[in-house]
């Protein structure tokens, strides 16, 4: 545009000095000539900058979404394609599920054995209260032998040896009596731990269930957001890792970008019209608005370390700030390249500078300056 201003400017002065001679072609006019371009176009440049911003560092990205499995299996069928557009619950691929599906059946199998196990740990206690009470009256009657071995011995009327035999026969009962009394609480303490409602073991074996359920779920893998697919390696055969990328999802909402040096941005605001020319799309202008202003940059951060921060040595050097725009096409590929012009409220009058400007700009992108 201002290319076109100074053509402009030099038909005027060639008519007037030079073709039809109405003013004197002299040392003054001349010096006036040449200065009112340098100054003119000065001031407009300068005035544009302010009010009229514009980049050439616009970028297009939309965010994306790395595909993993939660689970290791065989991938057994793929239901997309590359670069299909899909929704949000759609299967992306299926994992063989035949080991998910003996694991859970290994495990319920358990937990009825664990229930059974439990049925019969209470036969068990039935069983050795049973004999507690046989080895209790049986440790009564040898109690009652030892007081009568004990009186004849004190009479002097009974053997010794049958009062030390009732003694250790007392002793032994009294031992047995306390192991039929451990193992009794060792049995109660593990069939009445419950958790959740649950006898321990039949609930750690539930639980294990819970997660094989999980995992035969994960099987099925599907699409988390509305989106493409791209990036499509997978195969059937092949072996998804957790933790492995296995293709990527891109989402359809598009963000736009654009860098500003720092005093580019006093007068910008949130909802001031830009235009925007693609290098994809020559020759068109899409409209569209500041949704907002980034105001921090990596320039701004510290990252922990065990240095002394440091600050650039270059003190000439600005830091940008990125600018965003919203914009009713949605169609522009996701990396294109561009340049955007901001409009500030301030200086609507002179938007037809940088209006022309920027759709020259657009039209430029028709060229495909190679040289094969």
């Not at 899909?86 to 691929?93: A, N, Q, R, S, V």
């Not at 697919?229 to 598009?254: C, F, I, W, Y």
């Amino acid at each position: 545009m201002v290319d076109l201003i100074l053509i402009v400017y030099c038909l005027i002065v060639w008519l007037v000095f030079i073709k039809f001679k109405l003013i004197a072609w002299n040392t003054t006019s001349k010096l006036i000539v040449f200065i009112i371009p340098v100054v003119g176009i000065t001031a407009l440049v300068l005035a544009m900058n302010i009010y009229m911003p514009s980049s050439d560092d616009v970028r297009v990205y939309n965010k994306s979404v790395q595909v993993k499995s939660n689970v290791r299996g065989r991938v057994e069928k793929i239901f997309v394609q590359e670069n299909s557009s899909i929704l949000k619950g759609d299967t992306l691929f299926l994992i063989e599920q035949k080991p998910f599906l003996a694991q859970i059946e290994g495990l319920e199998a358990s937990i009825e054995k664990a229930r059974a196990t439990v049925s019969v740990q209470y036969k068990n206690v039935d069983a050795v209260r049973a004999n507690r009470k046989a080895v209790e009256a049986q440790l009564d009657l040898q109690r009652t032998r030892e007081r009568q071995f004990q009186e004849l011995v004190d009479a002097n009327a009974g053997n010794r040896f049958d009062l030390e035999q009732a003694q250790n026969n007392v002793k032994q009962l009294e031992a047995q009596l306390m192991q039929l009394k451990a193992q009794e609480a060792s049995i109660l303490a593990t069939i009445k731990a419950e958790y959740k409602g649950e006898q321990v073991s039949v609930a750690e074996l539930t639980a294990k269930l819970e997660k094989a359920e999980w995992d035969l779920e994960q099987t099925v893998v599907k699409s988390p957001i509305d989106a493409t697919v791209v990036n499509l390696q997978l195969r059937p055969g092949a072996m998804a890792l957790p933790l492995t990328d296995l293709m990527t999802l891109v989402e359809g909402k598009q963000n736009i970008i654009a860098s500003f040096d720092q005093n580019e941005l006093h007068k910008m605001k949130e909802g001031d019209e830009v235009d925007l020319a693609f290098v994809t799309r020559p020759g068109e202008i899409i409209n569209g608005k500041i949704e907002s202003i980034v105001w921090a940059s990596s320039r701004g951060q510290l990252l922990p370390s065990g240095k002394i921060p440091t600050m650039d040595q270059n003190i000439q050097k600005q830091g940008k700030y990125f600018v965003k725009f919203s914009s009713e096409e949605n169609n522009i590929p996701m990396g294109a390249n561009g340049s955007v012009a901001v409009y500030t409220s301030q200086t609507q009058p002179f938007y037809i500078i940088r209006k022309v400007m920027i759709r020259l700009s657009s039209k430029f992108n028709y060229l495909i300056l190679k040289a094969h």
